[in-house]
């Protein structure tokens, strides 16, 4: 048999702070759980052991010798028969996320390592988040040079286009969602559903001209890590929804490798009337972008002893 002294490294993604600074934040609830597997590594990776840790208590288990996989998982669950279908490794990789459960504040986590073999062993595990964030900065409208260069932009809504509701912590596709919400057109009761639609649909921010609105706008979904749009694998949109005139149109700005854990920033300045069709991207002289991605920063490190 083998003892791991487990080190959980519980990461706050950058969109809980905009700088490089590590930031505090509290430790786990009393209550909350981390579910720790061990699989063999070799193929097809058998369940070797299983250990509910509760939060902030030094527990010992063991797993048998030889290289292990080992696996972390802090979903809230209260419930370990959510984990009695895995046999295997694989079983674990169909596992996922829900948007319906999930939380800026308190987010899902998930991580894992390869271990050595050894009779005393020593696992430091990264904890990390399926969700990004993406954060609209500001917003101008210049329409010089257009025929309607007196024109500004009514801004009705803002929402995520092609946002991932529901992802896998592990696996070869963990970089993309399993699924999506707002295909191609917003779809506003299915938005209504989640418990925080404001993460994903919020009013817009009314008249835009030249002065800049500087009004920012936070909005969650699961990481898409895909850099151009193809047949089953569409690019992350933020949609700015709204009039020019008696015009209706759409600016949906595509977000490519839209990553988890971290915070996308965009500052907007429209230059031509949007598209007809919130499907159809915003594209060439239509807008100008700067953007920023800031990376995660490392929460308070807690240990616990199996």
Not at 50 to 56: P, S, W
Not at 228 to 252: I, K, N, Q
Not at 284 to 296: A, N, Q, R, Y
Request: with cysteine; net charge negative; hydrophobic share 40%.
């Amino acid at each position: 048999m083998s003892a791991v002294l487990f080190t959980a490294l519980l990461q706050c993604p950058a969109f809980f702070s905009c700088t490089r600074t590590p930031v505090p934040s509290k430790r786990a609830e009393a209550g909350d759980y981390i579910d720790v597997f061990f699989f063999d590594t070799l193929s097809p990776q058998y369940l070797d052991s299983y250990q509910r840790l509760k939060a902030d208590d030094m527990v010992y288990a063991l797993s048998s010798v030889g290289p292990k996989r080992v696996v972390a998982l802090s979903v809230g669950t209260t419930d370990a028969m959510t984990w009695a279908g895995v046999r295997t490794y694989s079983d674990l990789c169909k596992y996922s996320f829900s948007f319906k459960d999930d939380s800026p504040e308190k987010p899902l986590m998930a991580g894992e390592k390869v271990l050595e073999d050894g009779v005393s062993r020593v696992a430091d595990l990264d904890m990390k988040t399926s969700l990004a964030k993406v954060v609209l900065g500001s917003v101008a409208c210049d329409f010089t040079g257009t025929p309607y260069p007196g024109y500004g932009f009514f801004n009705k809504l803002i929402y995520l286009q092609y946002a991932g509701v529901e992802a896998r912590p592990f696996g070869p596709s963990s970089e993309i969602p399993i699924s999506v919400i707002n295909q191609g057109l917003l779809d506003s009761a299915a938005v209504m559903s989640f418990p925080r639609p404001h993460m994903l649909l919020q009013p817009g921010l009314g008249n835009v001209w030249r002065q800049r609105v500087e009004d920012r706008r936070e909005f969650w979904c699961y990481g898409n890590d895909v850099d151009t749009s193809a047949l089953g694998r569409p690019v992350t949109r933020l949609v700015l929804d709204g009039f020019v005139g008696e015009h209706h149109c759409y600016y949906p700005i595509d977000l490519p490798r839209l990553r988890a854990g971290e915070t996308l920033r965009l500052d907007v300045t429209l230059r031509r009337m949007g598209t007809p069709d919130p499907d159809i991207p915003a594209r060439g002289e239509m807008i100008s972008l700067d953007t920023e991605t800031v990376p995660w920063d490392l929460r308070d490190i807690r240990e616990e002893i199996f």
